[in-house]
């Protein structure tokens, strides 16, 4: 089948628009012989008749092999050139006490951002000690119960912020273990938005400002110092933006070493997956492996020792093991101009959900797939936009892909790799509740995260206690 005139030149046109491209779908994601989607034994129109749509689905199984394997492979590839690897979870990506559990219990800590987060943790019965947190603006009740209840580490992000820690943990008679956030100055090669690394943002501290921050943390006795932080942005594809940034910031590991002890370099997280089978991410054993090969090489040219290395993979995690199911409302074809100045028709194909489920697309651009779920066709395929129901033009969750011509209201459609930063991102924007987390396993599934009805968002409105 010849491209599409409007079609992006990544896109190509499918031989088979029912075919699940493996990259981008949980592991025990299939069709059924009746061509239903189906998930670890459960099929998507059971799932949609159980617990409605739009609808998060987690391959559990997944998640946790996925969790458990990243943790292999960088403990593999450390143990390798003679050190060792702690992975944390970036909780950012998707938490709730279910993944805390299951993440956990594969070996890996969990990195919070916020009180929520941390709160969340703990109640999922994670042991304070295996958490981090992260945050430019930790106001002063999230440091202070950060240090009560025995956080593993707080990364500083700011130079206010080290007397804050420091007070917090002499209050609570502890003596606080403390990274230091650094820009290293390294871009990865990524939408703006997402780089975190480059010098005008809110993250970290320069490079050059971080003998001076070390000397102030280690001025305080209720503090201990561990090491450097960095991360260079997110979905990111090979290892030359971690070669680079671990090379600037081993240059002032080696200086700090000069002047005290030294055992950890935190390189972050960002490891890239796959959206569309046009991605094509690096494997995250060879990852490691090179990641590994670059630091050890780097210590032996400075002369250092392989300091413990830290990661926090979020996204690489949790988000192929999930996918969003909707449901189809109404279907529109849209006559376009061309550049060849032509004309080509454009299907729009709008869902129960939209930018209030997943916001990635109208904040980055982000690019996803979809195929339908309830069923097979030998329909011809069609260029489809898949809109959401939100009164915004740009509420699109599928820029361009691909379904069966004969696509209709009713139909059930499928968005894999919906796993990160979309349940966390979601709204109630139109007043939409937002949707139940499933998990499923062995034929099992259950509500992990309850969805939000009307009676949820109107227990809110004050207005009507007023009443």
Not at 10 to 24: H, K, Q, T
Not at 60 to 67: C, G
Not at 89 to 104: H, N, P, S
């Amino acid at each position: 089948m010849a491209s599409h005139p409007l079609a992006p030149s990544w896109l190509r046109a499918p031989d088979d628009a029912n075919a699940l491209a493996e990259a981008v779908w949980p592991a025990h994601v299939s069709r059924a012989a009746t061509g239903e989607l189906t998930v670890a034994g459960v099929s998507a129109p059971d799932i949609a008749a159980r617990f409605g749509t739009p609808v998060y689905v987690v391959d559990e199984a997944d998640a946790r092999d996925r969790a458990a394997g990243v943790l292999a492979a960088f403990q593999r590839e450390f143990a390798a050139v003679g050190s060792s690897a702690t992975v944390y979870y970036a909780g950012k990506a998707f938490l709730c006490t279910e993944v805390a559990r299951w993440v956990t219990e594969a070996g890996l800590n969990i990195d919070v951002c916020s009180g929520g987060e941390l709160a969340v943790a703990l109640a999922a019965g994670v042991d304070a000690s295996r958490l981090g947190l992260h945050g430019n603006n930790k106001s002063l009740a999230e440091i202070d119960r950060a240090v009560e209840a025995g956080i593993g580490a707080i990364v500083v992000d700011s130079l206010q912020e080290i007397p804050r820690v420091a007070a917090a943990a002499e209050r609570h008679g502890r003596k606080q273990r403390v990274r230091l956030r650094v820009n290293s100055g390294v871009h990865a090669h990524t939408h703006d938005f997402l780089a975190t690394a480059h010098e005008d943002q809110k993250f970290g501290l320069p490079l050059e400002h971080a003998a001076d921050a070390v000397a102030s943390i280690r001025g305080f006795d209720s503090l201990d110092f561990l090491g450097l932080h960095c991360h260079i942005g997110s979905q990111i594809f090979g290892a030359d933006g971690f070669a680079e940034s671990a090379a600037r910031l081993l240059a002032v590991h080696r200086d700090l070493l000069a002047t005290g002890p030294v055992p950890e370099l935190n390189l972050g997280g960002g490891f890239g997956i796959a959206y569309t089978d046009a991605d094509d991410p690096t494997p995250i054993d060879e990852l490691a492996r090179e990641i590994a090969r670059i630091v050890a090489t780097e210590c032996d040219r400075l002369g250092v020792p392989i300091p413990r290395v830290a990661f926090e993979p979020g996204r690489v995690v949790i988000g192929p093991s999930t996918f969003t199911l909707y449901e189809v409302g109404t279907t529109k074809d849209v006559e376009l101009q061309t550049d060849a100045g032509g004309s080509a028709t454009r299907r729009y194909v709008s869902v129960d959900g939209g930018m209030s489920d997943n916001a990635r697309p109208a904040l980055y651009g982000a690019d996803y797939s979809v195929r339908l779920a309830g069923r097979t066709s030998d329909a011809e395929p069609v260029l489809i936009r898949l809109a959401g129901k939100h009164c915004e033009s740009g509420d699109i969750v599928v820029q361009d892909d691909y379904l069966p011509g004969d696509v209709a209201p009713g139909d059930l459609a499928a968005v894999p790799a919906t796993g990160a930063y979309c349940w966390s991102l979601a709204s109630n924007y139109n007043y939409l509740g937002r949707p139940p987390v499933v998990a499923v396993r062995d034929g099992v599934a259950r509500v992990i995260v309850r969805g939000e009805t009307e009676a949820d968002l109107l227990a809110r409105d004050a207005g009507l206690d007023a009443r």
